[in-house]
């Protein structure tokens, strides 16, 4: 099976589950924008049939979903040039996710390291869907027959997997329907680590609000937390070995790699040698730089929900253009009797 025989096509997708955070941004967010220059088409999704794995509360839910649809847009996304869908919204994806769920196997399913993290070990409670996730995943990029997925590195586990379904199904019925998606994980911001734990990665989750940086936060709030950040007493290393034992410093080194489109080579010849004391004001301007104003454009964009509920309509129209083929193709390959036109 060939990986280049499918036109590129990008797709992505974030749970609209609160504290869109600098992880999201960076490790995702970031690197749409980046995509999007390249002119392939692309595909971002918020989804929401993922977030309902978990309990979410309706109406949260709903301003989460909008929230991050202005997220999307206020990072540099264009509605016009990316097509910005909510889940529900196309339903091909729960309906690939169904035969997808026919293809994959219980035993792939329980490998899964955030199935194990977040049933723990009261598995037998959680719901059936947290169990599927991964399937509803594959489906949402093989549904766009999609080539490329930006991720961050948490990421990469659910992706194998939805290679390993496209391969299974293209194997059971004797095809060569479904890409074989490419992970994409670049750069230094797949994995940002919390402020205040440089073993644990950034979450929406973590208890601790200092622990991240959300997009939603003011300058005011995202100076303090770099300033608090927890680091260690030596200056900074001038070359990247320099921080292998020290996740910390690691970590401010990525972030700001990231956000300034450098390398983290390039970041450690400028300010290797400098204390945290004077890194971390150096930092916290970087970020104030770049995310106040896509705070400000979230909040403004905010303020007229009426426009994101429109945009987000206009781009499931233009999803189910490329889905709803794919989707019946899949069926006539599976055997099931179309209906008739009349
Ligand atoms: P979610 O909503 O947890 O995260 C969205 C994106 O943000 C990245 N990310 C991070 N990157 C760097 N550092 C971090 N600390 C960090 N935290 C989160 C994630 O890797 C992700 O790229 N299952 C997915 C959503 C999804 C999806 C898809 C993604 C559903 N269907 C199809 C790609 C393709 C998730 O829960 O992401």
Redesign the pocket.
């Known amino acids: 099976m060939s990986e280049t025989s499918f036109t590129p096509r990008v ?5 609209p589950s609160g504290n869109l955070h600098l ?2 941004y ?3 967010l970031k690197r749409f924008v980046d995509w999007q220059a390249k002119d392939v088409e692309s595909i971002y ?1 918020m ?1 929401d049939l ?1 977030a309902i794995t978990v309990w979410q509360d309706p109406k949260d839910l709903q301003k989460s979903t909008r929230e991050l649809c202005a997220g999307f847009i206020a990072a540099g996304l264009d509605p016009e040039k990316s097509i910005l869908i909510n889940q529900s919204q196309v339903p091909e994806h729960a309906q690939l996710a169904w035969v997808f769920n026919c293809v994959a196997r219980m035993g792939w399913m329980q490998r899964m390291t955030q199935w194990k993290d977040k049933a723990g070990k009261n598995a037998q409670n959680a719901s059936l869907g947290l169990f599927a996730y991964p399937a509803l ?1 594959a489906a ?2 093989l549904t766009y027959h999609a080539t490329h ?1 930006p ?5 990469k586990q ?1 992706l194998e997997l939805a290679r390993d379904i496209a391969t299974k199904f293209n194997h059971d019925y004797d095809v060569d329907f479904f890409p074989i998606p490419e992970p994409v994980i670049e750069g230094a ?4 680590m919390s402020l205040r734990d440089g073993s644990k ?3 929406k989750s973590d208890v601790s609000d200092a622990s991240r940086i959300n997009l939603t936060d003011d300058a005011d709030t995202i100076a303090k937390k770099i300033r608090k950040a927890k680091t260690d007493p030596d200056a900074l290393p001038s070359e990247a070995k320099g921080l292998e034992e020290r996740p910390e410093a690691r970590n401010l080194i990525n972030i700001y790699a990231a956000l300034n489109g450098q390398s983290v080579d390039q970041v450690l010849a400028d300010v290797g040698g400098k204390q945290f004391s004077e890194f971390k004001p150096m930092l916290a301007d970087l970020a104030v730089d770049k995310m106040s104003p896509i705070t400000t454009e979230m909040s403004r964009l905010m303020e007229n929900q009426d426009e994101i509920d429109k945009i987000l309509t206009r781009g499931a129209e233009r999803a189910r253009a490329i889905t709803a083929p794919i989707l019946r193709k899949t069926y006539d390959i599976v055997g099931m009797v179309p209906p008739v036109e009349r």
Do not use: P, W, Y
């Open positions: 797709f992505s997708g974030i749970q992880g999201n960076l490790g995702a999704c989804v993922h995943m949402d990029i997925v991720v961050g590195e948490d990421q659910h911001g797949t994995r940002v990665k950034m979450s």
